[in-house]
Every structure is written in structure tokens, then in C-alpha cells.
């Protein structure tokens, strides 16, 4: 049986990389903006967009910006050094001493 009369020739559409549309910024009543997207037709021709000032700018590609290559704005600690920790105990009975003070204070003031 010959499937090839069966079949229907159906036109490729180009690949989404490859498809020509035009957005236009569009606002509602709120003045919101959003692009509203629309096919371009085939024979629109696009303008070609030029740099504008002096032409010995130019940008360099070697260094360009990344922010995931910051330094961090601390210095690195050393290794050798350990870190002081608090002694939240001591820190505790201190807060309960002074409390007391101030309460002896209050009551022999009476």
C-alpha cells in the first residue's frame, strides 16, 4: 500500500531562535507597561544600530565584569589564630550579679 498520496506536505516553521518578532511597549490603565509580541513580516528590513562619540572607544572583552569573582571586603583570617569565643555562662552569672546589686540598691534606698 503507497502511503506517500496519505501524507500532507505541511510547511517547517523556522526554529523559536529564528523567528522574526516585533514587541511594543503598550500600557494599561493603570500605566503599567508590558510588550505585547506580534509577527514580523518577512521582507521588514531592521535598522542597523551605530555607536554614537568617539571612535576610538571600543570595549574590551578580557575585562569584563564578574560579580561572582568579588573578593571578599574582610581579609582572610590566619590560620594559626583562633577565634575568641564569649562564655555565654559567665556572661549570665554577670547579668544575674549586676541585677542583684541594683535590686540591694532599691531596697536599702527604702
Known amino acids: 500500500m503507497d502511503n506517500s498520496s496519505k501524507r500532507k ?26 510588550v505585547t509580541w506580534r509577527d514580523a513580516p518577512a521582507d521588514l528590513e531592521r535598522p542597523v544600530l551605530e555607536v554614537l562619540g568617539d571612535p576610538a572607544l571600543s570595549i574590551k572583552n578580557e575585562e569584563s565584569f564578574d560579580p561572582y569573582a568579588r573578593r571578599d571586603a574582610r581579609p582572610p583570617r590566619e590560620s594559626g589564630r583562633s577565634a575568641t569565643r564569649t562564655d555565654l555562662r559567665k556572661l549570665s ?14 531596697n536599702s534606698g527604702d
Do not use: Y
Open 9 to 34: 506536505l505541511v510547511p517547517a516553521e523556522p526554529p523559536p531562535s529564528e523567528r522574526r518578532r516585533i514587541g511594543t511597549v503598550v500600557h494599561d490603565d493603570r500605566g503599567n507597561a508590558s
Open 93 to 106: 552569672e554577670w547579668i544575674k550579679m549586676m541585677r542583684e546589686l541594683e535590686e540591694r540598691k532599691r
